[in-house]
């Protein structure tokens, strides 16, 4: 482990991925939230418990929260792969750098997009901009490891 831990570009990789799974975290502590201020729950055992089937219901601002926090699944967690993998191609600590954080800003300001609706294509731009980095750190382990394949 202090081998990984003493790897600087991992070391980076993993402070970003963490802030990132930080932020999952709060995306869908903010659903949870909002489906109890609309008293809007997808499940009626929960509606009973906060008054009754007719909340039982979908709400808009529900549906966008919890979104956001599916799209934050189905691009963060590909991106932790790519960049546990890439951490180990030994790039440098710079350019590998400006690869987390260039996907962090995007998937942060994507999460705002989102949840505060902003005018498009605000959203569409932060998502571009966020699978940039991953592209080039796939076609980089490809490249890396294509003589063993």
């Keep these: 482990m202090a081998v ?25 502590i903010i659903t949870g939230q909002v489906r109890l201020r609309k008293k ?5 055992e929960d509606a009973l418990r ?14 966008r929260t919890r ?8 691009n963060i967690l590909p991106f932790l792969f790519l960049g546990a993998i890439y951490s180990l191609t030994g790039p440098s600590l710079a350019v590998a750098r400006l690869h987390f954080l260039v996907f962090f800003a995007g998937r942060v300001l994507h999460s705002i997009a989102y949840l505060f609706a902003l005018q498009a294509p605000t959203r569409s731009l932060a998502y571009t901009v966020a699978q940039i980095p991953c592209i080039s750190m796939a076609l980089q382990i490809l490249v890396a490891v294509a003589a063993y394949a």
């Design 50 to 63: 906060h008054g009754g089937l007719q909340y039982h219901r979908e709400d808009p601002y529900v549906e």
């Design 4 to 28: 990984i831990i003493r790897n600087e570009v991992f070391s980076c990789f993993v402070f970003y991925g963490v802030l990132l799974v930080i932020k999952m975290y709060i995306i869908a």
């Design 67 to 74: 979104r956001a926090h599916i799209n934050d699944l189905e």
């Design 40 to 44: 809007a729950f997808a499940n009626p």
